[in-house]
């Protein structure tokens, strides 16, 4: 496969986690609500889709399942009037299933429900999203966790470096606005 050379600024669409300072003012207003009654302001919320994965990574301590989040989860969640949304799990969100419902299926009812507020998700890369998915993603962070094909399949213990890399590729090409690739380092990468 032949890669097009990338001409743009390379840290355009890198995730800075210095947004996350922006919130600080809302945590004392929620302390102060807590301690003196009043109501709480969700900004984000964390939403563990599901415990179902593709891999399994040397360095995980999640506990494999079986369960998915029922898609009706999002007209509850709707209710708490989050600021921004991260979809992830205890094991990969991309290969959520609740019926007949995919992890397609679950943002489009995010984006029904809760609206266009900031959405994002953390995935190990391996599973392709749709460019749906991707569209509506402000950011997105690939657990990458290895530098070399050889350290990735022993880290997730199977050979899926290249297709990856290619997500990464597509996502990057994609209308997602932040990318971030993570690597959590240690002596196995």
């Known amino acids: 496969m032949k890669m097009e050379k990338f001409t743009g600024n390379p840290l355009e669409k890198i995730r800075n986690q210095g947004h996350a300072f922006h919130y600080a003012g809302l945590v004392q207003k929620n302390i102060d609500a807590i301690l003196n009654g009043g109501d709480l302001q969700i900004p984000l919320i964390d939403i563990y ?6 891999a399994t990574c040397s360095i995980c301590p999640a506990p ?5 989040l029922p898609i009706e989860a999002v007209d509850k969640l709707a209710e708490l ?4 949304l991260t979809l992830t799990g205890g094991g990969e969100p991309s290969i959520y299933r609740y019926e007949q419902a995919r992890f397609e299926d679950f943002v489009r009812r995010i984006r029904e429900k809760v609206g266009q507020i900031p959405l994002g998700t ?4 391996i599973h392709p999203m749709t460019p749906y998915t991707v569209n509506n993603m402000d950011w997105m962070r690939v657990s990458m966790n290895a530098a070399t ?7 997730y213990g199977g050979r899926n470096f290249e297709k990856v890399l290619e997500n990464i590729r597509q996502y990057v090409q994609g209308e997602v606005s932040k990318m971030g690739v993570g690597f959590v380092y240690t002596p196995e990468n």
Do not use: L
Not at 122 to 125: A, K
Not at 149 to 155: G, T
């Open 81 to 84: 009037n989050p600021s921004v």
């Open 64 to 68: 494999r399942g079986k369960q998915n």
């Open 149 to 155: 094909a050889k350290s990735h399949s022993e880290m």
């Open 49 to 54: 889709v599901n415990d179902v994965c593709n």
């Open 122 to 125: 953390m995935t190990n890369g």
